[in-house]
């Protein structure tokens, strides 16, 4: 158990739809890093965040958006979801910009 | 742009057979090399981290270490409880701390 907690665990929903993915980071862990894995993609970094503030963009789509609250909780919206969109979405924390601590993730199924 | 290769993607042993994983990796300014353990469905577990060549780190049957082009991970005598992929990942040198990720060596120990 990494410490890192993510709900919900699945996820179905269908194309066009909007959903909310939670995580919340390790006890003191100020760094909140999101990745989607697909079959094809493979692990893949979305975005940072640092005490509540965006610190780096990778490849994330327009459609999808995240934050971090003050208690470092963080949240990741998917909107217009397409079928591609399938696939699971890790968050991992870090205590020092080095190590990253993976959550258990969720796994998006768009019908 | 980074380039992070591993090698073989698939890996079949027989329990106590030694054999080594490679990750071969193309990057402006290595800041980090990460190694993941990642079972079926679930989120990567962190292993090692190594920062400089001629580093080695060892955990129970897992050793890395790391030269200026490429990372081993080699398992010595490995038991079926071995069988998960593993994920080699760097992190250069730049104002963000995202994890590159390699495609995954895909390691099953028969007994």
């Known amino acids: 158990d990494s410490g890192v907690t993510q709900t919900p665990k699945h996820l179905i929903t269908a194309t066009g739809q909007r959903v909310t993915l939670r995580c919340s980071p390790r006890?003191?862990?100020?760094?909140v890093y999101w990745y989607q894995q697909s079959l094809d993609q493979g692990l893949q970094f979305l975005i940072q965040?640092?005490?509540?503030?965006?610190?780096a963009k990778g490849n994330i789509l327009e459609r999808f958006s995240a934050q971090q609250f003050p208690d470092l909780h963080s949240e990741l919206n998917l909107s217009s979801l397409e079928l591609g969109d399938s696939a699971l979405y890790f968050c991992?924390?870090?205590?020092?910009?080095?190590?990253?601590?993976f959550g258990p993730g969720t796994r998006l199924t768009v019908l | 742009e980074d380039q992070v290769t591993q090698s073989p993607e698939a890996l079949r042993l027989q329990e106590g057979e030694s054999s080594s994983l490679n990750c071969s990796y193309t990057?402006?300014?290595?800041?980090?090399l990460f190694w993941y353990r990642q079972d079926p469905g679930k989120g990567p577990e962190f292993l090692f981290t190594?920062?400089?060549a001629g580093e080695e780190k060892e955990k129970e049957r897992l050793k890395a270490t790391l030269t200026k082009k490429e990372s081993f991970l080699h398992i010595t005598a490995p038991k079926p409880e071995d069988s998960a992929t593993y994920l080699c990942?760097?992190?250069?040198?730049?104002?963000?701390?995202?994890?590159?990720f390699g495609a995954g060596t895909t390691v099953t120990v028969r007994a």
């Open positions: 990057v402006s300014g290595l800041r980090g």
């Open positions: 006890s003191g862990d100020l760094s």
């Open positions: 965040y640092y005490n509540g503030e965006e610190r």
């Open positions: 991992a924390s870090s205590p020092d910009f080095a190590s990253q601590y």
């Open positions: 190594l920062y400089s």
């Open positions: 990942a760097v992190q250069v040198r730049s104002n963000d701390y995202k994890l590159s």
